[in-house]
C-alpha cells in the first residue's frame, strides 16, 4: 500500500498518533484533531496505540470516505444558501 509507505515517517512498520494527526489534519482532510484520536482508536484492533497496515487500510478508507461526505454535505449547505 502505496500511502501507507509514505506516512510511515519513521519507517518503524506502524502509524503512530503523532502520524495519523498529520494525515488527517491536513489537506484533503482538514480534520480536528478529536477526530483523528476517534478514528485512531475505532481501527486499533490491538490496542497499542498504532496501525499496522491492515488497520491502516481500514482507518484511511473509513477517513477517505467521511472526508467525502462531510464535503458534500458542506457543498450542499453552500448551494442551498445561495437560494435564500
Do not use: C, W
Not at 490491538?46 to 499496522?52: E, I, P, S, Y
Not at 497496515?53 to 453552500?78: C, G, M, P, R, W
Amino acid at each position: 500500500m502505496p500511502k501507507f509507505k509514505e506516512y510511515d515517517r519513521d519507517g518503524n512498520g506502524y502509524i503512530s498518533l503523532e502520524e495519523a494527526s498529520m494525515i488527517l489534519q491536513n489537506k484533503p482532510f482538514n480534520f480536528p484533531a478529536d477526530k483523528v484520536v476517534v478514528l485512531l482508536r475505532k481501527f486499533d484492533k490491538d490496542g497499542n496505540g498504532k496501525l499496522d497496515i491492515d488497520e491502516f487500510a481500514d482507518f484511511y478508507a473509513e477517513a477517505k470516505a467521511t472526508s467525502v461526505l462531510s464535503h458534500t454535505v458542506n457543498q450542499s449547505i453552500y448551494s442551498a444558501s445561495l437560494y435564500d
